[in-house]
Antibody, heavy 118, light 106 residues
Framework: EVQLVESGGGLVQPGGSLRLSCAAS????????MDWVRQAPGKGLVWLSR????????INADSVKGRFTFSRDNAKNTLFVQMNSLRVEDTAVYYC???????????WGQGTLVTVSS | DIQMTQSPSSLSASLGDRVTITCRAS??????LGWYQQKPGKAPKRLIF???SLQSGVPSRFSGSGSGTEFTLTISSLQPEDFATYYC?????????FGQGTKVEI
């Protein structure tokens, strides 16, 4: 069974840093592109980033460019996002998603909540 | 960036009703559109991909249509478990963009 489990969320002060993980099981991430999406409380879904199969290319949404670094460790079957210079507006549930054969999300994780507040 | 305009933002419906949700793309996206259902506190769930293909395991009362710039999600007979928020997603070009969501409630 395909599973994606995000972790690492929590409360952080503005300007702080946090590292999120997305552990995959039931499939090998090295065979798929993987994306991150976030959702602010009570708001809609916002796409953030694509990591290709070999991790050599990421495409970041402008809102997080220069502050968030997306990566993958194929050996650990895990994705990461290093979030620096966090802002109040980064408060959201962060989801990882698998990009399937039809080039859209065929599986999502359950999400992890990041709260940026003083 | 491609803007996805989803309407309505919310709707009130009754069990058994036929419900239609529309997404309009600011430029042509071929059939590179998906529909997702999200319930409170849960991750989105794929319903439709490639504009009109039904995800395995999703009830046949859900259907999608359209191509280019106009897309529709239809629920033929609303069931209790269908009360949720629905999002369209264009994956024709980066950055991928979602519609604003449609909340379906009683």
């Amino acid at each position: 069974e395909v599973q994606l489990v995000e972790s690492g969320g929590g409360l952080v002060q503005p300007g702080g840093s946090l590292r999120l993980s997305c552990a995959a099981s039931g499939f090998t991430i090295s065979s798929f592109s993987m994306d991150w999406v976030r959702q602010a409380p009570g708001k809609g879904l916002v796409w953030l980033s694509r990591i290709t199969i070999d991790g050599s290319i990421t495409i970041n949404a402008d809102s997080v460019k220069g502050r968030f670094t997306f990566s993958r460790d194929n050996a650990k079957n895990t994705l990461f996002v290093q979030m620096n210079s966090l802002r109040v507006e980064d408060t959201a549930v962060y989801y990882c998603g698998r990009v399937g054969g039809y080039n859209d999300f065929d599986h999502w994780g359950q999400g992890t909540l990041v709260t940026v507040s003083s | 960036d491609i803007q996805m305009t989803q309407s309505p933002s919310s709707l009130s419906a009754s069990l058994g009703d036929r419900v239609t949700i529309t997404c309009r793309a600011s430029q042509g996206i071929s059939s590179n559109l998906g529909w997702y259902q999200q319930k409170p506190g849960k991750a989105p769930k794929r319903l439709i991909f490639s504009a009109s293909s039904l995800q395995s395991g999703v009830p046949s009362r859900f259907s999608g249509s359209g191509s280019g710039t106009e897309f529709t999600l239809t629920i033929s007979s609303l069931q209790p478990e269908d009360f949720a928020t629905y999002y369209c997603l264009q994956y024709n070009s980066f950055p991928w963009t979602f519609g604003q969501g449609t909340k379906v409630e009683i």
